[in-house]
C-alpha cells in the first residue's frame, strides 16, 4: 500500500493516536505541508518520528485517515523602528487524523525538496476475537 508520509512527527503525538481518539496535529515544517497538499478527507497517511532524511526500509510508523484538513497562511510584520520593519509570511496546516494500525516501511520515494514524500507500507491488519 502507497501513502504520503509525515515525518518528524513528535513520538508523544503517535502514542496519543494510538488511544483511538481522533486528534489535530498541526504542522509547519514545508516538506509535511506539501506531502498534505495533494491529499484530502479520507486519505491515510503515515506517521513516523524518523526525520525525513533518515527515512527508510524497514522504519516503523502508523497509519492514519485524515478527517479533515486546513492550510492557512499568516503575515506577520516586526518593526524594529519607525524606519526599519520585517515583513514575513508563515505558511501551516492543521490536520485532524484517527489512528488506523502500526506498519513499517518498504520502500521510499519523493525524498527531494518540493516533492510529496510518498510510502509503501504493509497494509495493517485488524483481528478482533470473535
Known amino acids: ?13 503517535i502514542s496519543d493516536l494510538k ?6 496535529i ?3 515544517s514545508a516538506h ?14 503515515f506517521l513516523t518520528s524518523i526525520d525525513l532524511d533518515d527515512l527508510s526500509r524497514g522504519d516503523t510508523g502508523i497509519i492514519v ?9 499568516k503575515r506577520m510584520v516586526e518593526y524594529v523602528n519607525s524606519a526599519y520593519y520585517e515583513e514575513r ?8 487524523v484517527k489512528y488506523v494500525g502500526s506498519t513499517f516501511v518498504k520502500g521510499v520515494t519523493g525524498q527531494f525538496w518540493g516533492e510529496p514524500t510518498i510510502v509503501e507500507v504493509v497494509k495493517p491488519a485488524a483481528y478482533t476475537a470473535g
Not at 19 to 24: A, D, I, L, N
Not at 89 to 96: C, G, H, L, P
Open 1 to 13: 500500500m502507497k501513502c504520503p508520509a509525515l515525518t518528524g512527527i513528535s513520538s508523544r503525538v
Open 19 to 24: 488511544q483511538g481518539k481522533p486528534r489535530t
Open 26 to 28: 498541526e504542522l509547519n
Open 32 to 45: 509535511n505541508i506539501i506531502t498534505l497538499m495533494g491529499t484530502g478527507a479520507g486519505t491515510y497517511l
Open 65 to 73: 485517515s485524515i478527517q479533515s484538513i486546513t492550510v492557512s497562511m
Open 89 to 96: 509570511e508563515r505558511m501551516s496546516a492543521r490536520v485532524q
